[in-house]
């Protein structure tokens, strides 16, 4: 059950303590004992095991259609961005910012991680959802001043990105308040991949809708474009998208319980560290600092360079549908297999550093060849569609399906550190080095073999650290070893 456990004070239970009933109860004298005599302490009973509920499925469904909505809405316009450099007038620069905005959005990551701690979820989903409704509204206001529309929209995927970090944090919470702990990696899994697999829908949907300027797509429609059938077709996906989100916010209203009437094990009953106390363990953590930074440099990296792929693959002569396609099956392969891998680490536990070593290992090999592809003048490896859908599409399947694995050795490795605020902290160091990376990118926007030689860097870093890292179990200690 994994290499061992940190520290005695971590491994202890921090279970409230019991009701003055059992405390009275353990300093009795045990039935059939001498009159008079010195109390006999009875022996503690062991906590009841946890109760899980059906609706718990209805809550997880909520909150990921909530993750599709945000990451579709947020990868707009990578894969439609020569269309929308014809019908909004947007330069390359313009492309890269909206973007950007994701990791920006996260500049408020530490407050959501503090109102989801103390307020819970249901507050924390609200807010969200309303931001993401405000935004996704912006950017469907008629305004025919095309400077004014496009500072709309740059508003609408700002208020989009600022829901991004209840959606990437809150799925090891979530599945810890609602689930049982051989169901917990699942759950997280699908919590968290569903926002990539909505970033997925948009490399499906906004190529198949909007039709691209001619001289970039092979599509018989393209040739009847023309820039105001462009701008109607990117207006209709706006207004679904829109009409997505307000409809997702309208279930969420009716119904997201913070947490079950009854806890599903004991580690979702037991107390946690305070906020100030929480950022002091983590930043004192030697171990997790190793996992985080495993965990954001390739993560934030793939990020960026997936939100720009059409741009990136553009001068090896690849059509905007192309790319779509390919963003499209890397980011779902990776999504179906972090689920599987999930659902393995449910049945075998203990083995999620033994699984990151393989993910990692495929994504350096796979964004290698890659890269050596795309720099055909100087390796002449061949470079056609079939080698980019493959290549691309195997380092999305081992970078996507590594976050939930991730995520479950961040709070296994940290507990009793509350899981939105360690997942908080993680992600908002990805969105730093993916900010960064996409800061650059505006300046250094006409080649881009910098930008794809920065993935087999990222993995191959993120490979070292996780074969330097002693992983333990906190958690699962808990609600195996003291629940039985």
Avoid at 393 to 415: D, M, Q, R
Wanted: glycine residues 8%.
């Amino acid at each position: 059950m994994g290499l061992g456990w940190s520290s005695a004070e971590e491994r202890q239970p921090l279970l409230p303590p019991p009701p003055p009933q059992q405390q009275q109860q353990r300093r009795r004298p045990q039935p059939g004992g001498p009159a008079g005599g010195p109390a006999v302490p009875v022996q503690r009973l062991a906590p009841l095991s946890g109760r899980v509920y059906g609706r718990r499925w209805l809550v997880l469904l909520l909150f990921s259609l909530l993750g599709f909505a945000q990451g579709l809405v947020w990868n707009s316009w990578g894969p439609i961005q020569n269309s929308a450099r014809l019908a909004f007038g947007f330069s390359g620069w313009d492309i890269a910012l909206l973007v950007f905005w994701g990791p920006i959005g996260f500049a408020p990551c530490f407050f959501f991680m503090w109102l989801m701690d103390k307020k819970g979820l249901r507050v924390t989903v609200l807010l969200t959802s309303s931001l993401m409704v405000l935004g996704a509204g912006l950017r469907c206001v008629p305004v025919s001043d095309l400077e004014i529309r496009k500072k709309l929209i740059h508003g609408g995927q700002l208020l989009n990105g600022l829901a991004g970090p209840t959606v990437m944090n809150a799925a090891p919470f979530l599945s810890t308040t609602w689930f049982s702990p051989d169901e917990r990696a699942t759950a997280t899994a699908i919590a968290s991949l569903l926002s990539y697999l909505g970033a997925a829908g948009a490399f499906l949907v906004g190529p198949l809708v909007v039709p691209s300027p001619n001289g970039t797509s092979h599509l018989p429609l393209a040739s009847q474009s023309n820039t105001e059938h462009i701008k109607d077709r990117i207006e209709a996906v706006l207004y679904a998208e829109f009409g997505m989100v307000s409809l997702i916010f309208s279930a969420a209203l009716a119904y997201f319980p913070s947490r079950p009437p009854f806890p599903p094990s004991v580690a979702a009953a037991s107390q946690r560290l305070s906020y100030r106390r929480s950022f002091c363990r983590l930043l004192s953590n030697f171990r997790f600092l190793m996992i985080a930074l495993a965990y954001a440099i390739p993560l934030g990296v793939f990020s960026g360079w997936s939100g720009v792929l059409d741009l990136i693959l553009t001068p090896v002569h690849v059509s905007q549908v192309d790319a779509g396609w390919i963003g499209f099956w890397s980011i779902v392969g990776g999504c179906v297999v972090g689920i599987a891998m999930a659902r393995f680490a449910d049945f075998i536990r203990g083995m999620l550093k033994f699984i990151l070593l393989l993910l990692l290992s495929g994504a350096t090999l796979a964004s290698t060849w890659f890269t050596l592809t795309c720099l055909t003048s100087v390796t002449h490896l061949p470079l056609t569609t079939a080698t980019l859908y493959t290549s691309c599409i195997l380092l999305g399947i081992f970078l996507n399906s590594s976050v939930p694995i991730f995520f479950e050795l961040f709070v296994e490795t940290v507990y009793p550190v509350p899981e939105g605020i360690t997942c908080g902290v993680v992600t908002f160091l990805s969105n730093v080095f993916m900010g960064v990376l996409l800061f650059f990118l505006t300046f250094y926007h006409t080649e881009f073999s910098w930008f794809n030689w920065c993935l087999p860097g990222s993995c191959l870093l993120s490979l070292l650290l996780i074969l330097c890292f002693r992983e333990s179990y906190d958690r699962l200690y808990l609600d195996v070893v003291v629940s039985v």
